[in-house]
Antibody, heavy 122, light 111 residues
Framework: EVQLVESGGGLVQPGGSLRLSCAAS??????MVWVRQAPGKGLEWVAN????????YFVDSVRGRFTFSRDNANNSLYLQMNNLRSEDTAVYYC?????????????????WGQGTLVTVSS | QSALTQPRSVSGSPGQSVTISCTGT?????????VSWYQQHPGKAPKLIIY???ARPSGVPDRFSGSKSGNTASLTISGLQAEDEADYYC???????????FGTGTKVTVL
């Protein structure tokens, strides 16, 4: 069964760092993404990574502060968040980009984790 | 990278139909047939209900349908049911794998 489980959220002061993990079974060969949702707000696409980890893309507001990596051997993804700001406060979801067929990307996210809450506050 | 525009809320009685619009630009919604829709119940993770503008994943009822015209995509829920009360978000690809953008979200209320 494909499953995604995020961890690593918590309370951090502005300017601090946090590393989120996503334990992911069944994600080999898939693009993966982080999506966040501020309290009471909508979804925001944050970053994605290709199957071998060689390509990564970020939304403008986090580029240069966040890094995204994956360890396929250990079925894990990581979001390293540095220089955190209050506006980064959100639930962070790890999600899988599905495939319509081998090599044909769904361009949509078919499996989601339960999310982990990051609170940036002094 | 501006969010796609959705109405804040829509409502309907059980059995009725409601339609949610999602307006973008020629750089996202209008430029690609990669619009997806997600349903999110309170405190839960989003669930994919439409991809490729109008395709439904296995297990999603055919009451949910999607379409697109120009820079605006739409989600229609026919035969509205109580369990359809949730937030709905559109999402569009905006250039290969380099960027995706979500809509502002719409709360659907079943009267």
């Amino acid at each position: 069964e494909v499953q995604l489980v995020e961890s690593g959220g918590g309370l951090v002061q502005p300017g601090g760092s946090l590393r989120l993990s996503c334990a992911a079974s069944g994600f080999s060969g898939h693009w993966m993404v982080w999506v966040r949702q501020a309290p009471g707000k909508g979804l925001e696409w944050v970053a994605n990574i290709n199957p071998d980890g060689s390509q990564k893309y970020f939304v403008d507001s986090v580029r240069g502060r966040f890094t995204f990596s994956r360890d396929n051997a250990n079925n894990s993804l990581y979001l390293q968040m540095n220089n955190l700001r209050s506006e980064d406060t959100a639930v962070y979801y790890c999600a899988r980009e599905g495939r319509a067929a081998p090599g044909v990307a769904l361009k949509a996210y078919d499996i989601w984790g339960q999310g982990t809450l990051v609170t940036v506050s002094s | 990278q501006s969010a796609l525009t959705q109405p804040r809320s829509v409502s309907g009685s059980p059995g009725q139909s409601v339609t949610i619009s999602c307006t973008g630009t020629s750089s996202d919604v209008g430029g690609y047939n990669y619009v997806s829709w997600y349903q999110q119940h309170p405190g839960k993770a989003p669930k994919l209900i439409i991809y490729y503008v109008s395709a439904r994943p296995s297990g999603v009822p055919d009451r949910f349908s999607g379409s697109k015209s120009g820079n605006t995509a739409s989600l229609t829920i026919s035969g509205l049911q109580a369990e359809d009360e949730a937030d709905y978000y559109c999402c569009s690809n905006a250039g290969s794998h380099t960027l995706y953008v979500f809509g502002t979200g719409t709360k659907v209320t079943v009267l």
